[in-house]
């Protein structure tokens, strides 16, 4: 089992970047692909971003691609999310996901209800 713990977050103004932060516990942190969900007010929960296991393989939804950045650190049991260029349509709850079973490859597809660990998230609001 991993408990998962966002941090980072906060309000910006467009064009401002922000990075956010999930601390993992337990070491079998390299053991779970990771990813970063994000929820507006009122929308569902989509898909931002993911990594392997190794970290050597990232995935990005079209909306943030060119503008965010995953990474990973295994020795730290710690996930980031680069964010620069910073939009309105930005604001969110940033959550971060973790899957055992799961490819990072997939997260997109499979979205939400297929990972297994989640934090409590973290608000981003970037205002105009």
């Known amino acids: 089992q991993v408990q998962l713990v966002e941090s980072g977050g906060g309000l910006v103004q467009a064009g401002d970047s922000l990075r956010v932060s999930c601390a993992a516990s337990?070491?079998?942190?390299?053991?779970?692909?990771m990813g970063w969900f994000r929820q507006a007010p009122g929308k569902e929960r989509e898909f931002v971003a993911s990594?392997?296991?190794?970290?050597?393989?990232?995935y990005y939804a079209d909306s943030v691609k060119g503008r965010f950045t995953i990474s990973r650190d295994n020795a730290k049991n710690t996930m980031y999310l680069q964010m620069n260029s910073l939009k309105p349509e930005d604001t969110a709850v940033y959550y971060c996901?973790?899957?055992?079973?799961?490819?990072?490859?997939?997260?997109?597809?499979?979205?939400?209800?297929?990972?297994?660990?989640w934090g409590k998230g973290t608000l981003v609001t970037v205002s105009s």
């Open positions: 996901a973790a899957s055992r079973s799961q490819l990072g490859s997939s997260f997109a597809t499979i979205g939400p209800s297929g990972m297994d660990y």
């Open positions: 990594i392997s296991r190794s970290g050597g393989n990232t």
């Open positions: 337990g070491r079998t942190f390299s053991a779970y692909a």
